[in-house]
């Protein structure tokens, strides 16, 4: 099947332990439609499913083929693979170009494993291993065989039509494919745990609209462009997805001027939210997504979270609130997202915080302040017409 073809071919692990039935035909379905998105320009593209594996074949360079791969959820792992016959010569042949590729030389252990998934195939596994073993020692003088802890493994896997040679194995980020769960908004300010809960909600097969709220003239147009920078990263795992970006200057001032000044960061938090409600309405979204981590500012603490989280009734979900500091950083640094986060640009909330801020708000006393500001329904529904939304 494969062997006739001309092009490279990548072969990719997936799957979710316990997916079962329905769930399992449409998590292979979203998979392999990310897929084919995250690998769109890539020359002479062609993706086959069989017996529980993907394949993907192409003309370009593997480096980036693979590198777009190993960011689509669900993808386990991935192998660049040479492609023989079930046929013990060709097997020998394409074992040593496997192992030359895979920085055999003098001086370097190597093994052969082979596994014979089709047992019609009439050598058995060790056999295989020996002869390509013997074939590969003699072609490379130098070379040693270190059955237990090698260098290098030449890994042989024979099926009922093609015979497939590998050497590494790369893995991918894990996870159900995006789109699977649902639609969600994730509130992305530009600091560092929020595009970490914005992964990791694609992670489990969310599919993101971006909200990030804007006070020009006190945030910069660098601070906007951070967070539509942090959205395109987001966009190389996920696929692209829109960000609003919502004018908040006018609710801020009407806060700042209504409200007494411990409440700001509760009743600012509060026209957050329903904001994101009302776009989730708008697109189809049915959870909410933030960064939020226990007891890291005044407005993190349950109780706050409690009084803030009441004035909407979708779910919202807070991937980080248990991490430590270092472990969302960690995090951050392995998915590209930090250098960005840590550019210097103030957000809209380090403009805006009083210098004692209410850490056990009660809820009577937010509703008390919010009937000071009359009908701020009206801005809310301005600050939802007026949003910039961008394609990221
Ligand atoms: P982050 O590192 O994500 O900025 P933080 O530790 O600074 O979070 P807060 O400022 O209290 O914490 O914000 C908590 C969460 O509220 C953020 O993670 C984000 O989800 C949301 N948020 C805060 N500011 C904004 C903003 N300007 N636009 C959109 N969402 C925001
Ligand atoms: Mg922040």
Redesign the pocket.
């Known amino acids: 099947m494969f062997v006739n073809d001309q092009r490279k071919t990548i072969l990719v692990r997936y799957g979710e332990i316990g997916l079962k039935g329905k769930n399992r035909s449409s998590f292979e379905s979203a998979l392999i439609r990310n897929m084919r998105s995250a690998l769109e320009g890539v020359q002479g593209l062609k993706i086959l499913r069989e017996h529980g594996r993907i394949y993907v074949q192409y003309d370009d360079s593997t480096e980036k083929v693979a590198e777009k791969l190993s960011r689509v959820f669900g993808i386990v792992s991935l192998s660049p693979v040479i492609t023989s016959r079930p046929d013990i010569e060709d097997i020998k042949r394409k074992a040593l170009e496997g192992a030359l590729k895979a920085g055999c030389r003098s001086g370097v252990s190597f093994k052969v494993e082979t596994r014979r998934a089709d047992k019609r195939f009439s050598i058995t596994s060790p056999e295989v291993s020996r002869l390509a073993g013997g074939f590969i020692l003699e072609n490379i003088p130098g070379l040693t065989v270190d059955v237990h802890n090698p260098q290098v493994v030449v890994h042989v896997e024979i099926r009922a039509h093609d015979v497939f040679v590998y050497s590494t194995s790369i893995p991918g980020p894990g996870g159900l494919p995006v789109g699977v769960t649902g639609r969600g908004a994730l509130m992305l300010?530009?600091?560092i745990?929020?595009p970490v809960a914005g992964w990791l909600a694609m992670k489990r097969g969310i599919k993101l609209v971006g909200v990030h709220f804007y006070s020009f003239p006190f945030t910069s147009e660098r601070s906007k462009e951070k967070v539509l920078d942090l959205s395109k990263v987001l966009a190389s795992y996920g696929g692209k997805f829109p960000v609003y970006v919502v004018p908040f200057t006018e609710i801020q001032k009407q806060i700042k001027v209504k409200c007494p000044e411990s409440l700001y960061v509760t009743i600012m938090r509060r026209m957050m939210f329903r904001i994101t409600e009302a776009i989730c309405a708008k697109e189809n979204c049915s959870s909410i997504f933030t960064g939020e981590n226990l007891a890291q500012v005044a407005s993190q603490t349950i109780e706050s979270i409690a009084v803030i989280e009441e004035v909407v009734s979708l779910p919202i979900l807070r991937p980080v609130i248990t991490m430590d500091k270092t472990e969302i950083i960690e995090v951050a640094k392995r998915i590209g997202t930090y250098d960005i986060s840590i550019r210097p640009y103030e957000?809209c909330?380090?403009i805006f915080v009083p210098k004692n801020p209410a850490t056990k708000p009660k809820l009577r006393d937010a509703e008390a302040a919010e009937e000071l500001m009359g009908n701020y329904q009206d801005l809310l529904e301005q600050a939802v017409e007026n949003s910039e939304i961008y394609g990221v």
């Open positions: 300010s530009g600091g745990d929020s957000d909330c380090t």
